[in-house]
């Protein structure tokens, strides 16, 4: 299935159109469509995951193990950086996670997920420098200590 044909996608860049594909993948994830699942997400998704064990709730939501009801994600922000699209929410002080989905042709290929981890996306492609474009902004869970990791793309 096309991902195009699944999701009515804007006029704009490609960042906007990746950023309404994976809006549109938590709507159906909430709402347990998985044929609107099947269409966005490659049957080969490259899939990481850092966190406490048993908290990689949206790989199991995708792959049928949980039920929409068993974890609810609410993106608080969604930004988009070349082919990435880095969603975050959280639920009070003991509750933060990050997505980072890559999209190609529009469907998503990489899963990156992160619980109750700080995450820090920077751009390392030019030789000798590098540019912080990302970084996580809780702020129900400032005053918390989590691991923090970097990303670079």
Known sequence: ??????????????????????????????????????GVVASDLEWWFHGPPNCHHM???LTGISSPS??????????????????????GAQVYWVHVWSLKDGLITQFREYF????????????????????SHPKAVTKRSLPELMLAI
């Open 116 to 135: 109750n981890t700080w995450l820090t996306v920077a751009d390392f492609r030019r030789c000798l420098s590098s540019s912080l474009l990302w970084q």
């Open 1 to 38: 299935m096309d991902a195009k044909k699944s999701v009515d996608l804007p006029e704009e860049g490609p960042e906007n159109q990746n950023k309404e594909i994976v809006n549109a993948l938590y709507k159906a994830v909430a709402n347990g469509d998985a044929a609107m699942v099947a």
């Open 59 to 61: 790989m199991k939501m």
């Open 70 to 91: 068993a974890f609810k994600f609410e993106p608080r922000s969604i930004d988009a950086i070349d082919d990435c699209v880095i969603v975050e929410g959280w639920e």
